[in-house]
């Protein structure tokens, strides 16, 4: 089944911007599906298995090159979110279990049929747990490293009001610590929704260093929803300020009609003078790029020496 990119409400497009035929999008955000059994492999075991991914959830237009390479961010804890976030096209509202006990072994044996070097979980928001589902987090690394000793990256929620849940996900020593800046100050709450404070992100990413030196920090930003360039540069120096050492940059494509529209789409050689700039602010590596997303070929920032 094709896949499409999920853009389907029309953007504010600057004057000059190139667009393709249809006038709906950018010529650069157009590019070919791959053909792959690989990928057909990939949804058949992700299927028995029964795991869900961020890939599939979120839309992401990335899917079918990931799953074509036989890889995938694997979503923890469900397939529903507490939080009503304006970009996301994961389904919000009451989740409907505990966490199914077995996932860490699943996503473990997945990992190893698939030859994963480098294994990224992520997960729905879940307010509706005491610890914000960071011991699940822990069992799932933890489970993954015994089961094919590969290097594990966790893109988390942010856990608020859950005090001590960041030191427990630390605590099974993920290669790296993701959480997601998302956007500018100005633009956080509209974003992020009323539960998200752009302080407390900087806060987790500092409070990682603390409970563990080792673990490399990464963050990341979507573009086109309206943030100023100052803004933006504000923000990553806000990063730094914080020790963070990767960072990706990419660009926003609304999912749905409900959820917040494009504003602008940015140019590559926008994205491409974003990263030089942001590696002369000290980021250890940098991904720029219109499609680049935050687990997006992310063994190879996970490999880089700091």
Partial sequence: MAFRLPVVADPEIPAGTALSGSGRLPRWLKRPIP??????????LLEELKLETVCDNAKCPNRMECY???????????NVCTRPCGF?????????????????DRVAE????????????TSVTRDDLPDGGADHFYRCVVAVRERCGATTEVLTPDFVACKDALERVIQAKPTVFNHN?????RLYRRVRGPKSDYRWTLGMMRK?????????TK??????????????LDALADLREYDVDF???GQYLQPGEKYLPVVRYVPPEEFEELGEIAKSMGFKKVASGPFVRSSYHARDMAETDV
Avoid at 181 to 185: H, I, W
Wanted: proline residues 6%.
């Fill in 208 to 216: 990682v260093k603390e409970y563990d030196a080792d673990v490399k």
């Fill in 35 to 44: 053909k792959s059994n690989a990928n057909h492999m990939t949804e058949g």
């Fill in 181 to 185: 800046m998302e956007t500018v100050p």
């Fill in 88 to 104: 996301c096209a994961v389904h919000r509202g009451r989740p409907p279990e505990l966490p199914e006990s077995d996932e860490p």
């Fill in 110 to 121: 997945a990992a190893a049929r698939l030859g994963l070097k480098h294994v990224v979980i």
């Fill in 219 to 232: 963050s990341g930003l979507m573009l086109g929803l309206g943030e100023e360039r100052g803004e933006l």
């Fill in 247 to 249: 960072l990706t940059l």
């Fill in 68 to 78: 074509s390479q036989q890889t995938a961010t694997f979503m923890i804890l469900g």
